[in-house]
């Protein structure tokens, strides 16, 4: 079972989710792939993903964390919190630090809905920070180095023992994410990364 979770100011519309559950839909999995609107506030974000992993192993099923930016940030403490294995997509590292000149109101950029992020917000971020990571196994990074947004080499140093895909150039779109559908659909257990 793969658990998307989106950046900020991002959506389940957004380019990667889609394109991961169009995948999912098309080898037959359309019911091992979550991926929720996650509410402005961290804590609420946590307790939504929380949820759903509990509802998933009560039937019986592993989750695996898929997420991207903001999402890597809340993948990696759900990973550890957890005990799950966690994709991260050109993660927020430091996610209260790079969030503070977003204080304020913001647009979705996939809904259009305006939402109103607050120092509260932030502090809610540093309260799930994951300072070192217990077991580099559990973790798989994607980044490139063109990266907008966020500088890569936090990502690589964050999760030094992991495995690591550094790619040359691309965005934080993460420019390449369809050569790589199959093998997170792997990664999470799915079956084989060359259907």
Known sequence: MILYL???RSAPASIKARALKARMVERGLAERFWCAQLPVS????IALAET????????GLEPTVV????GGYYA??????HDLRAVLINPAVVAP????????????????????FTRGHIDELRAIEVPTITRPERFWLLVETGDEVLD??????????ARQTVLEGGDHGFSRWNDYLDEVIAYAGLGDPHP
């Open 76 to 81: 990696t403490w759900l990973a550890e919190r």
């Open 97 to 116: 630090l790079s969030l503070e000149a977003y204080v304020g109101v913001q647009d979705n950029l996939y809904t259009g809905e305006r939402f109103e």
């Open 52 to 59: 759903e992993i509990a509802r998933i192993r009560a039937a």
């Open 152 to 161: 890569y080499r936090h990502a690589v140093q964050k999760y030094a023992g």
């Open 67 to 70: 997420g991207s930016s903001l």
């Open 42 to 45: 961290p804590r609420a974000a």
């Open 6 to 8: 989106h950046g900020f």
